[in-house]
C-alpha cells in the first residue's frame, strides 16, 4: 500500500529543485548499502532535501539584503 506525500510548501521550492529527479525512485532502482529502515531511509532523503531548500533561502535572502 503506498502513501502519499502532500507537500504544502510546494511553491515555495526554487525551480531547479522540483525538476531534480525523486530522491526516493532513484534509491530504489540503485542499490543502497546503508543500514536502516525505509522510514529512516525517507527520513533522511526529506531532511536532505529541506536543507537544500533552507540552503537555498538563505542565499536568496543574503543576496536581496546585500547593501552596496
Known sequence: MAQ???ISSEQNIPDHLQNMPDPIKQAEEGWCDGRGTVEQVRTKLQMRQEGAIKR???ISYSISHKVG
Open 4 to 6: 502519499s506525500v502532500n
Open 56 to 58: 537555498e533561502r538563505a
